[in-house]
């Protein structure tokens, strides 16, 4: 058992745009948050832009999450300092153990969500943000999820099983 902490919100308002810090956000069932590249359906990864013969993953878009102690670790083991706005990811917890939700549904303040698979770093993820970030988030890159209710999300907002 855990009980984490929501300690950021990132959303990306178009393909390859900068993240920006949020103090919350709607987060939508079956959707995303508002605002957000692939809530609009305009991510790099969304429907519309994947190649012919690439496979898509339409629930696993829907948000992400990576853990602060990550960010920290990349630093301490790989001096590569990333701010968490780099991770491209939308939600940073700090307290919970990402990778041991995959299948596994949680809370985050009202919102009941579903952790889906690991969200490993990529080169895409390296050439928008900085060099050795790929290799320093390997395997802690965080979490894929899907949003199973709507509810507003806020930074401080507590992280649990459900």
Request: aromatic letters at 4%; hydrophobic letters at 35%.
């Amino acid at each position: 058992m855990f009980e984490g902490k929501l300690e950021a919100i990132f959303i990306g308002p178009t393909k390859a745009a900068p993240m920006q810090q949020v103090d919350s956000a709607q987060a939508v069932a079956g959707e995303g948050l508002q605002g957000d590249r692939y809530c609009a359906g305009s991510g790099t990864f969304s429907k519309a832009s994947v190649k012919p013969g690439n496979k898509y993953y339409p629930r696993d878009r829907q948000i992400t999450l990576i853990e602060a102690e990550a960010l920290e670790a990349a630093a301490r083991d790989c001096n590569v300092t990333i701010d968490p706005s780099q991770s491209r990811r939308n939600l940073i917890v700090r307290g919970v153990p990402l990778n041991h939700l995959i299948e596994r549904e949680f809370t985050i303040g009202n919102v009941r969500i579903r952790g889906l698979r690991l969200c490993e770093p990529c080169g895409h993820l390296e050439k928008l943000t900085l060099p050795g970030i790929e290799k320093a988030l390997l395997h802690r890159g965080g979490l894929r999820a899907e949003i199973l209710t709507t509810g507003t999300l806020r930074s401080g907002d507590a992280v649990r099983l459900a």
